[in-house]
Structures are given as structure tokens and as C-alpha cells.
């Protein structure tokens, strides 16, 4: 089975930086789908970005484009979503999410969810 595990979050003022990292493990095969999402207080849950272990091609969403970028690191099994220019608007818990089907953050397609890691920002 699919577990994801986050890390990185915080708290930080607007304008400030994080970096989330997620380390995936159980899968069985060396191409897959992760992305993050992120759920603030009252509001459904959002995709974010995801991308794919075998194009590498990242897919961002539009509210954080510009702002907010998508790698990984095979060797460590870790996704990051380094995040610039942080906004108040992006205080949320942010989830790693494992995306079957067509690569991209939408939470339907997600199957196996992180445990979150919260970030908060300050105006």
C-alpha cells in the first residue's frame, strides 16, 4: 500500500518561503503520479501541483503559478513543493496525495492521502 509522509510546514510571514517535502514508499512500480493539495479552514479541498516520476513534468495549478514550484529527488523517494511569495490566501493544510489516472492536482483522482502538514501565513 501507498504511504505518503509531509514535512515542512510552518509558520511564516507574507512574502516568506517554505519548502514541503512528501516521501512516498509501497509503490511497485518506478513511474507514478504525486501531488499536493491543500485544504484551508471552511473550503473544500484544492489541487495544488503534482508531477509525474517518469516525464517529470510538473502541472501547477493556476491560483499558485508564478509563486509555488514542483520537483523531486528519485533517490530519496521525495516530492517537494517549494513555496515563494507566500500569501495569507495560502494558509491551508497541505496534503501529498498519490494520483491515479491522467497526472494532475485534481483531488478526485487521488487514492492515497498524507497525514498534512499545516502552514500558516501571516499578513
Known amino acids: 500500500q501507498v504511504q505518503l509522509v509531509e514535512s515542512g510546514g510552518g509558520s511564516v510571514q507574507a512574502g516568506g518561503s517554505l519548502r514541503l517535502s512528501c516521501v512516498a514508499s509501497?509503490?511497485?512500480?518506478?513511474?507514478?503520479?504525486v501531488g499536493w493539495f491543500r485544504q484551508a479552514p471552511g473550503k473544500e479541498r484544492e489541487g495544488v501541483a503534482t508531477?509525474?516520476?517518469?516525464?517529470?513534468?510538473?502541472n501547477i495549478a493556476d491560483s499558485v503559478k508564478g509563486r509555488f514550484t514542483i520537483s523531486r529527488d528519485s533517490a530519496k523517494n521525495t516530492v517537494y513543493l517549494q513555496m515563494n511569495s507566500l500569501k495569507p490566501e495560502d494558509t491551508a493544510m497541505y496534503y501529498c496525495?498519490?494520483?491515479?489516472?491522467?497526472?494532475?492536482?485534481?483531488?478526485?483522482?487521488?487514492?492515497?492521502w498524507g497525514q498534512g502538514t499545516q502552514v500558516t501565513v501571516s499578513s
Open positions: 496525495g498519490a494520483v491515479f489516472g491522467p497526472c494532475a492536482p485534481v483531488v478526485g483522482r487521488v487514492q492515497y
Open positions: 508531477i509525474h516520476t517518469g516525464t517529470e513534468r510538473p
Open positions: 509501497g509503490y511497485t512500480y518506478s513511474r507514478y503520479c
